[in-house]
């Protein structure tokens, strides 16, 4: 363990980020208090909210470890997730030392639990439509082409419209030629079979992911110091 | 897990979720090309199916 007391602390850091032999790894912000994952995870925590994180080397973070280490980051989440409410951390995130982490947790606390709040009752789900490959019928004019594509396009914007109404949130990832639409909708629990209703209308293959945690609505704009 | 479920995941994990900046982040050069490596798989795996 890194010694939290000062002044060591700025060394300890300094070294840590050179050649850290432990790190903190970050899961996710939670509610406390909560039910906790099995060592080595174990939560930092803060008033009424906790940082859930593990003790890692960060020399295992490589290549032929990484699918794994991918797994445990989503099953640490999801288990959270299954008794409250997450606000998850992209994968790989390491903090120095606990002092960092926890003053972390202190300085968003306010963003945090008022993320947690709007994020509390629902779950992530993707909606994927991909686009036959259209083939332009013979004799097709520059013009007409434009006007079909523009069609295609405005058909995806229309179904993600009629996706987001059962939705508190939802944003378009990519748009591009391969997806007629490619989403992600924030759906409040008590909405799910009238959002499934209606992705279920949608014509042609569709794809429906989830329930997820709600890793594409989570952001902190507070910097770590 | 399948492989779809696996990329699926990956593109969850390693596209979204709480980015959080500041010296106190250990980030090793390595872990960002390891993120790059993870995108070129998914971008590999996520080509257009046939169907």
Known sequence: MIPSSHPAVANSRARASQNPETAVYAYTITRWPTAVPAAPVRALTYRNIALVVADVDPAEFTDPAMLPLVRRHHGVIVELFEGTSVLPFRFATMFTDDDAARQLLRDAYDEAVTALDALAGHREWGVRVRRPKAVPPDGLSGTDYLALRRRERSGGEQLHERLARHAGR???????????????????LSGEDEFLAEADRIDGPVEITGPWPPYSFSELRTTAR | MTADDLVEVLDRVITAGVVVHGDVLISLAGVDLIRLDLRALLAAVDTPEVR
Do not use: C, N, Q
Not at chain 1, 170 to 188: K, Q
């Open chain 1, 170 to 188: 939802s944003t378009i990832r990519r748009s591009t030629a391969e997806f007629g639409l490619d989403a992600v909708y924030l759906v409040p």
